[in-house]
């Protein structure tokens, strides 16, 4: 069993930059792969970004790419979404998951936490 915990959302204005950390827990939370997706208000829920289990690989929406850095410190069992250049589009609920392999499929991750809000004002 692994528990995620999002932190470090809030309020920032457009073009500003903001750093979304997901702790896990749990005894082999190290070994798995890790997303980020959102959900903004009345939308489907949205693949982000992803990172394998040691971090050797990424992966991105096209979306962010360029703008959005994914990054995981297995030492602290926390994952890591920079977020720079900011646009008001991003505004979401942002979930991290963890799953057997970093993909851009939802049902592919077996774990979810509970989200933290973004909000980028224009």
């Known amino acids: 069993q692994v528990q995620l915990v999002e932190s470090g959302g809030g309020l920032v204005q457009a073009g500003g930059s903001l750093r979304v950390s997901c702790a896990a827990s749990g005894r082999t939370a190290s070994t798995y792969a890790m997303g980020w997706f959102r959900q903004a208000p009345g939308k489907e829920r949205e693949f982000v970004a992803a990172?394998?289990?040691?971090?050797?690989?990424?992966y991105y929406a096209d979306s962010v790419k360029g703008r959005f850095t994914i990054s995981r410190d297995n030492a602290k069992n926390t994952v890591y979404l920079q977020m720079n250049s900011l646009e008001p589009e991003d505004t979401a609920v942002y979930y991290c998951?963890?799953?057997?392999?970093?993909?851009?499929?939802?049902?592919?991750?077996?774990?979810w936490g509970q989200g933290t809000q973004v909000t980028v004002s224009s």
């Open positions: 998951a963890a799953g057997p392999v970093h993909t851009n499929t939802g049902s592919t991750y077996n774990y």
């Open positions: 990172i394998s289990a040691y971090g050797s690989r990424t």
